[in-house]
């Protein structure tokens, strides 16, 4: 199921920004909350934030104040800004529906590396 596409992950360094886009097909856009996920070395996705379809958000608390998630309806894409990233953000993002609603198949993520 190819619901989900992410890209713009890159090599950057600590406090650094990077914008994630994930494009999401359009039923699922328009229905479900789509949130951002980070793959743990441990392979365990935590949530990084969520975005409903009314636009209220919701944000892990390692996260909130750096990170900040939008969706816009013309391109059905569902966006993360990072802002001061950390060697502790490193990880494989992935983006899917929220938790509560079941997850669709991954995507192949995009790889986010902060090096000192």
């Known amino acids: 199921q190819g619901q989900f596409v992410e890209s713009g992950g890159a090599l950057v360094q600590p406090g650094e920004s990077l914008t994630l886009s994930c494009t999401v097909s359009?039923?699922?856009?328009?229905?479900?909350?789509i949130g951002w996920y980070r793959q743990t070395p441990r392979n365990q996705r935590e949530l990084v934030a969520v975005i409903h379809t009314g636009g209220g958000t919701r944000y892990t608390d390692s996260f909130k104040g750096r990170f900040t998630i939008t969706r816009d309806s013309a391109t059905k894409t569902v966006s993360l800004q990072m802002n001061g990233l950390a060697p502790e953000d490193t990880g494989l993002y992935f983006c899917?529906?929220?938790?509560?609603?079941?997850?669709?198949?991954w995507g192949q993520g995009t790889q986010v590396t902060v090096s000192s």
């Open positions: 899917n529906k929220d938790r509560a609603y079941g997850f669709d198949a």
């Open positions: 359009g039923t699922i856009f328009s229905i479900y909350p």
